[in-house]
C-alpha cells in the first residue's frame, strides 16, 4: 500500500465507516526500507545486479578497487586484458555501468577517475581502448590515467601519436610512463599492489561481497513490499458478522502474520551474517584499513538492519492493534449470538409466565399449580443468571475498551431490564398463590371441622343418648368439639374478601360462600341436637327392662340383625330403650334420622367428588402419556432417538393403554358424571359397564413385558427428550403403573360409598358392583400367576375358567408302593403351587426369579394334573384343621394338601366341592334325558331315605357299606363314562370306592343332595344340638353371639325367620337369624337339617363321603 492510501471497513456491532489503515510509522518504515533497498539496487538504472553480470566481472577487464582521488572521486582500473578490444560492447557496457553504479551518489557526482594500465600493450590498443571507454563510459569522468607501453618503441610511438589524438579522445587523459608518476596523482594507499599500493583487493572476495549485499538488499525489499501488501490487506479487510468466519478469519492471519515473522527473522539473520562477512577483516587484523566501498557497505548493511528492527517494531504493534480488534470482533459476535439466545428464552419464558395463570379451585390443586411455578421459576432462574452474567460480560468488554461500546451497553440495559420484569411477575404470582393457598388451607381447615363435626353427629349412638348420662355426655362432647370452632372456623365474610381480593376468583368466591353456609349449617345442626340433648338430660327416666322385638320386615329371609345393620345410623333402638315414652321418642327418632340422612349424603357426596376427581385426572394422564410417548415413537423428528430394541414394539410397552383411554373418556367418565346428584346409585353403572372394565385384564397380564421393555430402554434419550417436553417429574414407568392403581382405586370407593349407603336404594347396586370389581381384581391376579405356568403341554383354555389359586405344602402317597416310601412322604411334604380349574387340577413347583419388578414375579414349573371328573376329596385329614385330601383311583393315589390356615382350607374345599357338585349334576341332568337309560331300583328308592342323623355312628356306617357299594357301583360308572373328559396331561383316575378306606370324603360320585347349594333354600332346619365351627357375632341385644367349637341346641323356631339358641357352654340363650344358620348348614351339611330319616343312606352316595364319626363335608355345623 503506498503511503496515503487507507481503506475503510465495516466493523458489525459498530459504527459504519470505522476506519483500520495502515499505521504511518509502519507505512514510514516501509518506504525507507523500500527506498533504501532500492539505492542499493539502483533499480533506476536498469535491472543489473552481480548475479546478473557474472561473466563480465569475473573477466576482471575493469574493476572497481574501493579507491579514491583526492578530490574523493571513485577509482576504477583496467587491468593488464589483451583481449579488451574483442569484448563485446554490451558486455563492456554492462560491467561499465554496474561500476559506475556501486559508488554513492555524492561520489558519482564529482566524477571518476579511470587507471588504464596497458604497459605490455601496443599504442593501437591503447587508443582503441580509450576511443572504446569515450564512447561507452555511462558515468561523469574526472580524469583518464593511462600507463603507456613501456617498450622502448611503443613508448615513443605512444609519445608521438598522443599528441596528435588527444583531441580525439574528448576526455581529460593523462599518460604516465610508470607508477611513480601514477603515485603523484592518486595517493598509493588508494591503490591495488599491482600499481604499486598498498591496498588489498580480492576480486573475487568482492563480487562474492556485492552478490550478498545484493541479495540481501533484494530481500529486505522484498519484505518490505510483502508487509506493506499484508499491511493493506489487513486494512482493507472486513469484520466478519458471525464467530466462526471471525475465527477463521483471526486464524488465518495469525498464520500469515507467522510467516511474515518468519522472513523477517531470515532477513535479520541474513543480514547479521552479512555485517560479519564485511568486519571480518577488522576482526583478523584491527589495524586494517576499510575502503571508500566497504566502508559504504557496511554502513549500508547496518542501515538495512536497523530499518528491519524498526520496520519489526512497527509491525509487531500494528498487528496487535490489528488482532486485538479480531479479537475483540470476536468476542462481539460471541456476545451477539449468546444475546440472541438469552433473549429468545426470556421471550419464552415471559410468555410462559404471562400464559400462567395462578387461579386455583383448591388446596391441592393450588400446591400443584405452586410446584408448577417453583418449576418455571427453577427454569427461569437459569435464564436470569445466564442473562445477568451476559449483561456482567458486557460490563468487562467496555470497561476493556472494546471498540463497540455503543452497541454493547444498550444490549446490557436490555438483559437486565427484561430479568429484573421476569423477576417481579414471578415475585407476583408466587405472592398471589401463596395469599391463595393460605386461603385455601383456611377453607379446607374450616371445611375439614364442618366434616368431622358431621362425624361426630353421625358417630353419636342414639340409643345411648336415651338415658340422662349418656345425653349428658354426648352433650359434653358437643360443648368441647364447639369450643374448638374460633381455630378452625372462618368468622367475618367481609375481612375475609377484604383480606384477600386480590386472589379471589368467582369461582373461589363461591367456595368461601359454600364453606360459610356449610358452617352455618353445621352449627345449626349442632344447635338442634344440642337442644335434643338437653331435653334428654333433664328428663328422668327409669330403667326398662329389654324385650325381645318383633321383626317388622317382611322378607322372612332377612333377620333383625341385618335389618340393624342397615339402619346404624338411625334411632329406632330408642324404640326398644324407651318403651315407655313412645311419643317423645319417636319424635327424637325422626329427628335424629333425619340428621343421620343429611350427615350421610354428604359423606357420600364427599367420596364422588373424589370418584370424578380422580376420574378426570385419569383420563388426563392416560393422554398425556399416550400422546406425549406413544404418538411420538410415530414422529420422524424423533426417529433417530428411538434405539433399535424399541423400534415397532409400542403394542408392548403400551399394552391396550389407548382402548382403556377410549373407554373411560368417551364412555365411563361422562356415565359417571350422570350420578353426580345420587352417589348412591353410581353401582348400576359400574354394573352396566363390568364387562368392558375386564380390558384392563389384558393391560395387567402385558404389564410383565412391559416393564421388562421399559428397563432395557428406559434410559434412552427419546424418553428423556419426551419427558423433557411433557416437564414430567416421573418417568414413563410411573404412568404405565396408573392403570393398575386405577381398577385396585375402583373397590377402596366403592367401598366408601357403600358404608355411607345403607338403606338406600342402590345399595344392592353397590354391594354388587363391589363383589364384580373385586372379582375383576382376583380373575387378574390369578391370571397373572396362570401366565407364569411353563410345562404345560396341553393348552389351559381348554382347563375352563381358573377358579382358585395359592400355594400349599402336598405329601402324596401310593397304595402301591413302597412302604418305606409311604412313608417318606408323609414326612417331607413338596412345596406346590395349585391352580384349580373348573375342568382340572394342577401341581406347580414355584421358582424364585431374580430380576426387579414384573421380572422378579415367580414362574411355575407344572409337575402334575389331575382332571375334576376323576378326583374326590376328603375334608378332614390327620386330625390337622389345615389339611385335606384330594384322591383318585380308589384312593390309590392321595394328595395330602396343607393351607396355610382353616379358612384357607375351607375354603378351597367348598370350591371343590362346588365343581365336583356341578359336574355329578351336570352329569345326571344328561342321564335323565336319555328315556332309554335303565335307572337303578335303589338309588330311585333311596333318594327319599337319605338318613343323615348328627348322632349316625360309625357301626350304623359300616352296616350300611356293602349295601351302599353295589348300588353306588352303576351310578358312578354311569357318572364316570359320561362325565371325563379327555385332557391331555391329565391322569386318567377311577372313581371306584375302597370301602375298606376309613378316611371318608367327597367326590363327583356323591349324591348333589347333601351338597349342592341350590338345595339349601328349601332346606328346614329342626331341633337339636350342634357345634359351631364357625364365629358368628351378634347384631343386637337380644340376639346371640356363638364362637367357634360352642356347643348349642336349638330349642324352638320364632317369627320371621329366627331360631331361639342356647349356648351350652355359656349357658346363655338369644335368638339367631335362620339365614345364618342356613348359611352355616349350606357349607357344613348337617343332616338333621335335611330329612327325620335315619336309618337310610342313597345309594347314590360313596360310602366314602363321610369322615370318621360325621360327614366331613358338615364343616361348619356339627351335632
Known sequence: ??????????????????????????????????????????????????????????????????????????????????????????????????????????????????????????????????????????????????????????????????????????????????????HAYIDPRQLTTELGGTQEYCHDSWISHRTAI????????????????????????????????????????????????????????????????????????????????????????????????????????????????????????HFEQHFREVRAQLDVTSERLSGFSEVSVSPAHAEHVLRELSSHEDKACDVLDRALSLASEGDRLIENSHYAEDSIRPKCGELRGV?????????????????????????????????????????????????????????????????????????????????????????????VEKVFQKQSSVQEMFEKRRISLKKLAAKQ???????????????????????????????????????????????????????????????????????????????????????????????????????????????????NMSEIYQFHKRTFLKELEAYTDCPELVGRCFLERMKDLQIY?????????????????????????????????LGLDSYLLKPVQRITKYQLLLKELLKYSKGCDGCDDLQEALSSILGILKAVNDSMHLIAITGYEGNLSELGRLLMQGSFSVWTEHKKGHAKVKDLARFKPMQRHLFLHEKALLFCKRREENGEGYEKAPSYS????????????????????????????????????????????????????????????????????????????????????????????SVQKNQKKQEEKKAEASTISEVTSSSSPKHKGWNKASLSVDASEENDGYSSGEDPMNSDPEDEAGKKLAPGKYTVVADCEKAGPQELSVKSGDMVQLIREGEEGQWFVKNLRSSKEGWVAAANLLSLISESKSSQSLSSSDGSVSGNLSTSSSCSETYTSFSDIKP
Open 419 to 511: 430479568c429484573e420484569e421476569i423477576s417481579s411477575t414471578l415475585r407476583s404470582k408466587k405472592g398471589l398463590l401463596l395469599r391463595a393457598m393460605e386461603l385455601h388451607h383456611a377453607l379446607e381447615k374450616a371445611s375439614r371441622w364442618c366434616e368431622e363435626g358431621i362425624f361426630l353427629l353421625a358417630s353419636q349412638p342414639v340409643d345411648r343418648c336415651q338415658s340422662q348420662d349418656g345425653a349428658e355426655a354426648a352433650l359434653q362432647e358437643l360443648e368441647r368439639y364447639l369450643d374448638t370452632a374460633a381455630l378452625h372456623t372462618l368468622t367475618d365474610r367481609s375481612a375475609i374478601c377484604c383480606q384477600y381480593e386480590a386472589t379471589l376468583t368467582t369461582q373461589l368466591r363461591d367456595q
Open 697 to 729: 385384564e389384558a393391560y395387567c397380564q402385558n404389564k410383565p413385558r412391559s416393564e421388562s421393555l421399559w428397563r432395557q430402554c428406559s434410559d434412552c434419550a427419546f424418553f428423556q427428550e419426551c419427558q423433557k417436553k411433557l416437564e414430567h417429574k
Open 541 to 655: 327416666t327409669r330403667p326398662v327392662q329389654p324385650v325381645a322385638p318383633r321383626p317388622e320386615v317382611k322378607s322372612p329371609l332377612s333377620s333383625p340383625s341385618e335389618q340393624r345393620k342397615e339402619r346404624r345410623y338411625s334411632a329406632d333402638n330408642a324404640i326398644c330403650k324407651k318403651a315407655e315414652s313412645p311419643i317423645h321418642n319417636g319424635g327424637t327418632r325422626h329427628a335424629s334420622l333425619s340428621e343421620e340422612e343429611e350427615n350421610l349424603a354428604v359423606l357420600r357426596r364427599h367420596v364422588m367428588n373424589e370418584l370424578l376427581e380422580t376420574e378426570r385426572a385419569y383420563v388426563e394422564e392416560l393422554l398425556c402419556v399416550l400422546e406425549g410417548y406413544a404418538a411420538e415413537m410415530d414422529n420422524p423428528a424423533m426417529a433417530h432417538l428411538i434405539p433399535s430394541n424399541l423400534l415397532s414394539k409400542k403394542d408392548v410397552l403400551f399394552g
Open 1 to 182: 500500500m503506498q503511503r496515503g492510501e487507507s481503506a475503510e471497513v465495516w466493523c458489525p456491532g459498530a459504527r459504519m465507516g470505522e476506519q483500520l489503515s495502515v499505521p504511518d510509522d509502519l507505512e514510514q518504515t516501509l518506504e525507507v526500507l523500500s527506498t533504501v533497498s532500492d539505492d542499493i539496487l539502483q533499480r533506476e538504472a536498469g535491472p543489473l545486479c552481480a548475479a546478473e553480470i557474472g561473466s563480465g566481472l569475473q573477466k576482471q577487464f575493469a574493476i572497481l578497487p574501493g579507491g579514491r582521488g583526492t578530490n574523493g572521486s571513485p577509482i576504477i582500473v583496467f587491468p593488464e586484458f589483451p583481449a579488451f578490444g574483442e569484448l563485446e560492447e554490451e558486455e563492456v557496457q554492462n560491467v561499465l555501468g554496474y561500476l559506475t553504479s556501486i559508488p554513492s551518489v555524492a561520489a558519482s557526482g564529482v566524477g571518476f577517475i579511470l587507471v588504464i594500465d596497458r604497459r605490455l600493450d601496443r599504442w593501437a590498443a591503447v587508443r582503441a581502448t580509450l576511443l572504446r571507454i569515450a564512447g561507452s563510459f555511462p558515468g561523469n569522468l574526472h580524469l583518464v590515467l593511462v600507463l603507456r607501453p613501456t617498450t622502448l618503441l611503443q613508448r615513443t610511438l605512444s609519445d608521438f601519436l598522443f599528441k596528435f589524438s588527444k583531441d580525439e579522445f574528448k576526455m581529460k587523459v593523462v599518460m604516465l610512463s610508470s607508477v611513480t608518476e601514477l
Open 862 to 953: 407344572f409337575k402334575h394334573s389331575l382332571s375334576m371328573s376323576a378326583v374326590g376329596i376328603t375334608e378332614n385329614a390327620k386330625g390337622d384343621n389345615k389339611k385335606f385330601e384330594i384322591w383318585c383311583n380308589s384312593r390309590d393315589e392321595v394328595f395330602i394338601v396343607q393351607a396355610p390356615t382353616p379358612e384357607i382350607k375351607t375354603a378351597w374345599v367348598n370350591e371343590i366341592r362346588k365343581v365336583l357338585t356341578q359336574q355329578l349334576q351336570a352329569c345326571r341332568d344328561a342321564s335323565q334325558q336319555k328315556s332309554s337309560d335303565p335307572v337303578s331300583p335303589s338309588a330311585t328308592s333311596t333318594n327319599t331315605s337319605i338318613s343323615l342323623s348328627p348322632f349316625r355312628s
Open 214 to 333: 545484493e541479495a540481501f538488499a533484494l530481500m529486505v525489499k522484498t519484505t518490505a513490499q510483502t508487509l506493506q501488501a499484508f499491511g493493506t490487506e489487513l486494512a482493507e479487510t472486513e469484520l466478519p458478522n458471525d464467530a466462526e468466519a471471525t475465527t477463521s478469519l483471526l486464524h488465518t492471519h495469525t498464520l500469515k502474520k507467522d510467516r511474515m515473522k518468519e522472513d523477517l527473522q531470515v532477513a535479520l539473520s541474513q543480514g547479521g551474517r552479512l555485517l560479519e562477512c564485511i568486519n571480518e577483516p577488522l576482526q583478523a587484523d584491527p589495524e586494517y584499513s576499510m575502503t571508500y566501498d566497504e566502508v559504504e557497505n557496511l554502513a549500508t548493511v547496518q542501515r538495512l538492519l536497523g530499518q528491519l528492527d524498526e520496520t519489526e517494531t512497527a509491525f509487531d504493534d500494528f498487528w496487535e492493534r490489528h488482532h486485538t480488534k479480531l479479537e475483540q470482533c470476536l468476542q462481539l459476535r
